[in-house]
């Protein structure tokens, strides 16, 4: 270590790594024009400048006295709107023309315009976009949901509207059929069976996101019970969604006003909720009669005429429209979930489905 040869080593090593550092270092490449345009484009919509220079030079007085001063502010402003769209164009058919160069298509998307809120925002919003659509090359994407969309389709009627000189085309966008189900979850996984599809697309009613979610779900109640059962798969999926849908109706319902007399409702729905989160066959008699109790017997299956409250039971004539409407709609779901449990849970459904396919088309799956 006291070698005086040591610094020189030293020093011969830091300068190898060096060079080979040296060696490796590439510049990096130079920002492409288009995007230094957009750059600019952005931060001239967000602030203007403004800067102010000067020099002072002192009186006679004051024997060499020099000063300056510098001054700089940077505020928000809007851009003057035509010279903004006109910018804004330009930039578009640039950007297009390189792409269109290279192979590729430039689509710009505008999705879930709904959330502005009801038709007439979305279409006041399409209204005030007008102006940047019809570049040349540029194609827009504009998603809106069905309830809002449908304001978007009226062609015209009764009267001429932003959508007949904006749009080129509309096009809905259908729940999934049995065959595009079969065919989406196909891709997704090998272990997914027919009758793990039919369940998949009976509980999602071909709604795509749902499809894809039920989908996850059997396949991970596949690898978490290490069954490929249908009949265990699907009781314990139609209870759980059963389960958890029964305690979004009953936090609801806990806001209406109850008595002493109607709270036997809100028991019902949590003795419903209690016995489909536990979905062990050992429970699956008392699920179905209560379910069966539940749907036809109990509160949402006897409609009384209109004003007539003789006919309905004391703890019903006290209920309100409201809380009317949720157990309604509470029923109806059990009913549905009542359904697929006769259809999945119960052995034989591929002899049974042959049986119904003699039936035509009201055998159909």
Known sequence: MADPENPLRLAGIIAGVLVSKLG???????????????????????TIQQVTNGVTMGGAAQILSLGTNHSASVSTVPPN???????????????????TEAGRTVVIAID?????????EALAFLREIKAILG????????SVAEDVGAAFVRRGLPHRDATDSSLDDIIHVQPSTLTDSRAILAKRSQTLKEPHILLAHA??????????????????????????ELTDISRQLILEELAETFAGFRTLLSKQQWT?????????????????HDPCPCVEVDVLRTLDHFVFHAYGARPAPAGDSSHRPPDEAEISSSARQLIDEASTYAYFSL?????????????????????????DP
Request: contains cysteine; proline residues 4%; glycine residues 6%.
């Open 203 to 228: 509980l999602s009613g071909g709604i795509l996101r749902d499809l894809l979610r039920y989908g996850l779900q059997l396949r991970e109640t596949q690898d978490k019970t290490q069954s490929y």
């Open 339 to 363: 359904t697929l449990l006769d259809i999945f849970s119960k052995d034989g459904l591929e002899r049974r489905t042959q049986q119904a396919a003699e039936h035509g088309q009201d055998g």
């Open 260 to 276: 002493h007399d109607t709270n036997s409702i809100l028991a019902s729905f949590r003795t419903l909720s209690s016995y489909s």
């Open 135 to 142: 570049v040349p090359l540029v194609q827009y994407l504009i």
């Open 24 to 46: 490796d270092w590439q510049p990096q490449p130079e920002e492409p024009e288009l995007v230094t345009r957009c750059r600019h484009h952005l931060y001239r919509l967000q």
């Open 112 to 120: 879930e315009v709904d959330r502005l809120g009801a038709d007439t």
């Open 81 to 99: 709107y035509p010279e903004l769209v006109e910018e804004f164009r330009d930039l578009l058919r640039a950007i297009a023309v390189e792409r």
